[in-house]
């Protein structure tokens, strides 16, 4: 099993739909938790940025996090085709707990397309 | 404004040639890092450096090099050692000193390096 599951997409939503956007993770010890969202050839840029479990709200944007189902959430609401990126999903411990040398461990990503 | 800048956006090697990606930064971030991204694979850890003069091998280091003289400075180096280097880089720093794991990642707009 992969430490960070995103499903890649493309999903496909009308403009001015909410997105759900998901993560679901393996290792218990994860306790931070970020959304970036990356559009073509750029560098992610950091949207939610959350501890532990929870709900955090950004304008159109919730992250919500279950640690007790290992499942992380982002809603992006009355979304516009600027919203049409990449996200990645990324996570992790409090101390160090597998995951890349840096410590953080990343989803491959959810293509993310609003049909204006 | 504080960013991180890497250049060029576009870089054409032919095979067989070392090349070296340039990542500035004026954060103040005492952490730097070099991924790649390839389509479907996400974001991979190359190297990292926590500090000056002292830098870390990553989960791919193999054809690659890096250098720390400067705290804005982590240019990387990829060579013809390395079997597949056309690929999306990405330089990107974080805040704080050690093992700062609960920081978030800055992250530049890229480089796209294309090996023919």
């Known amino acids: 099993q992969k430490e960070v599951e995103q499903d890649p997409g493309p999903l496909s939503v009308p403009e001015g739909a909410i997105v759900s956007l998901n993560c679901t993770y393996s290792?218990?010890?994860?306790?931070?938790f970020m959304w970036y969202r990356q559009y073509s050839r750029k560098g992610p840029e950091l949207l939610m940025y959350?501890?532990?479990?929870g709900n955090k709200e950004d304008g159109r944007f919730t992250a919500q996090v279950d640690k007790s189902s290992k499942y992380i959430s982002l809603f992006i609401r009355d979304s516009q085709p600027s919203d049409s990126a990449t996200y990645l999903c990324?996570?992790?411990?409090?101390?160090?707990?597998?995951?890349?040398?840096?410590?953080?461990?990343f989803g491959k990503g959810t293509h993310l397309i609003i049909q204006p | 404004d504080g960013g991180i800048t890497q250049s060029p956006k576009y870089l054409f090697r032919k095979e067989g040639q070392n090349v070296t990606l340039s990542c500035e930064q004026n954060?103040?971030?005492?952490?730097m890092y070099w991924y790649r991204q390839d389509p479907g694979q996400g974001l991979r850890l190359i190297y990292y450096?926590?500090?000056?003069?002292?830098?870390q091998k990553g989960d791919i280091a193999e054809g690659y090099s890096v250098s720390r003289e400067k705290k804005e400075s982590f240019p990387l180096t990829v060579t013809s050692a390395q079997k597949n280097p056309t690929a999306f880089y990405l330089c990107?720093?974080?805040?704080?000193?050690?093992?700062?794991?609960?920081?978030?990642?800055?992250f530049g707009n890229g480089t796209r390096l294309t090996v023919t």
């Open positions: 990107a720093s974080r805040g704080g000193q050690g093992k700062t794991y609960n920081s978030p990642l800055h």
């Open positions: 290792n218990s010890a994860f306790q931070y």
């Open positions: 959350t501890y532990s479990s």
């Open positions: 990324a996570m992790s411990a409090r101390m160090y707990s597998g995951g890349g040398a840096d410590g953080l461990t």
């Open positions: 954060l103040n971030h005492d952490a």
């Open positions: 450096s926590q500090i000056v003069n002292d830098f």
